[in-house]
């Protein structure tokens, strides 16, 4: 994803919580939505985390970026990108280590505030209804589990990343503090 998009997120993100009402939950649910985009958007296109020491090519146009040391690995992106082959041509993004700085912010000050508690219980409901959805789901589809094993990776990571629970973003972004330290 390309710098711009990211920082759009970002300060959505920042809007979203600065104008939340704290007594009020459903002010927070752009939030729920925004928070696993933003997460997504800060991706290694390797190791799927939070970039550390973000990277992107100097050679394309693909807007693809890798933590420095997973620069040369294997990309998750299907079908490949030709673009971003050559790992010699990957420099630091200074733009992307600010995004990372500040998602690691916004993250400790959102886990820092009353609208946690509500983070928690809307992550606990929505594993209810992920879990019921998937129960009903098993017993309908059995036939057509061999053709869903065989979806591409890159679909398969994105739709793991936004599955993600809103608490375990804000952790994703903690630990890139750590990684930043």
């Not at 959505?12 to 939340?20: A, D, E, G, I, S």
């Not at 693809?64 to 299907?78: D, I, Q, T, Y």
Request: one cysteine or more; a positive charge; aromatic letters at 6%.
């Amino acid at each position: 994803m390309d710098t711009e998009n990211c920082t759009n997120l970002y300060l959505q993100v920042c809007q979203t919580f600065l104008t939340c009402q704290y007594d009020d939950p459903s002010s927070f649910e752009d939030l729920y939505k925004l928070l696993p985009w933003l997460r997504q958007s800060l991706t290694c296109c390797v190791c799927s985390k939070v970039v550390v020491d973000p990277m992107s090519s100097t050679q394309s146009h693909c807007q693809h970026f890798v933590c420095e040391k997973c620069r040369g690995g294997k990309m998750v992106l299907r079908p490949s990108c030709s673009w971003c082959k050559d790992a010699d041509a990957f420099v630091t993004n200074e733009h992307l280590v600010m995004l990372v700085q500040c998602f690691s912010k916004i993250c400790d000050l959102i886990m820092n505030s009353p609208i946690i508690d509500y983070i928690n219980k809307y992550d606990h409901n929505r594993q209810k209804e992920v879990a019921l959805a998937m129960k009903a789901n098993s017993t309908t589809n059995e036939g057509h589990s061999k053709k869903r094993r065989n979806g591409t990776r890159r679909h398969q990571v994105s739709s793991r990343i936004l599955n993600i629970s809103v608490s375990q973003v804000l952790q994703d972004g903690l630990n890139a503090k750590k990684c930043l330290s």
